[in-house]
């Protein structure tokens, strides 16, 4: 029997709203969370990007005690934050004792886990000694701990585990979670992803590489995908957690299904540490891979949220990507990247965007592409600039890539 995954739930923690409600409202209607870092996270004086997407008014003890929440790094803390609402929002109670718990799996990922702990324990380590580390420090710092964190406080001992693809790892966690609940490991995953990377080491090393905004005198116009003036992405913090169900399963229970997941390509670049491959194949052959899984054609895609980092060389091989795999309908299907909105969330981008898609699915909305002014010949499509627009849909496309040639796409039907 064919298996069918459907969502059920969703929670999301991001620089423009700690609810999906907050963080769609400001998505649609293109208002930007990106500003000047807060002096009181960290000097950003001498650091030639100074801007980026902060998570505003998170308050962690409205989730649980402060003694809890000081052995959680701040992408675990993002993680189970996002987890409740999404739990919550499918009826799923808290310990899940209205499911089998061994049926219930977690792929939640993070690009660079704890890197603000790691930083503040080796200050330690060398101000104050080795003696004085604390102990939690490796439990807070690696990546795995946001699905560690998340199976424990809910009791969910089904599949459990950390996908690190850098920027893809969301997307690529939501396509497993799909697979593992296609071949009856799982009846419901809680995925996606979470990030905490605002840290003077990983501003630091994107800034030697030049792959950041400079933009700094106008934090709210900084990243412009598609746009010929773009100039590099602006990092942000957040996470995004989805529930995957199995169709009958969630008809049984009587869950709200918000749209069908019905569609995974996941490829490689084997190109460059860092700059995707020529022309866009290895973006454009995960796109084929999932339109394949999903049995839709080249011309059945209504919507592509795109990754689109406002990156030079990004943006242009993402656009001949999509050339490449739609042809001649690559013209006339709706593209947008709501990064102007909420930055780039690094390993967490996947599920807020996928979130993204899901409400557009239920309400027939494409997010705009804001601070969309100046054309660039090289990247000709339609990003649907600054206004979201109105229009039916049936399929949305999200799509993720990776440093290290790390390429993903997942494909969202409205449920009928």
Known sequence: MDRRVVITGMGAISCVGNNVTEFWNAVVNGECGIDTVDQDHMDITRYKTKIAGQVKDFDITAYMHTKEARRLAPFSQFAIAAADEAVENAGLERDLSNVNQERVGVVVSSGIGGIQTIEEQHKVLLERGPEKVTPFLVPMMIADLASGNIA??????????????????????????????????ADIMLTGGSEAGISPISFSGFCAMKAMSQKNDKPKKSMSPFDASRDGFVMSEGAGVLVLEELEHAKKRGANIFAELVGYGASGDAHHITAPAPNGRGCAQAIKSALNHAKIPID???????????????????????????????????????????????????????ISCVKSLQENIIPPTINYETPDPECDLDYTPNTAREVELDNALNLNLGFGGHNAVVILKKYN
């Open 152 to 185: 424990i406080r809910y009791g969910a001992q089904g599949p459990n585990l950390c996908i690190c693809t850098a920027c893809a790892s969301a997307t690529h966690s939501i396509g497993e979670s799909f697979w593992m609940i296609k071949r009856n490991d």
């Open 300 to 354: 059945g895609i209504d919507y592509v949220n795109a990754h689109g980092t406002s990156t030079p060389i990004g943006d242009k091989y993402e656009t001949m990507a999509y050339k490449s795999v739609f042809k001649e309908h690559a013209i006339n299907t709706p593209i947008s990247s709501i990064k102007g909105q909420i930055g780039h969330n690094l390993g967490a981008a996947g599920a807020l965007e996928t």
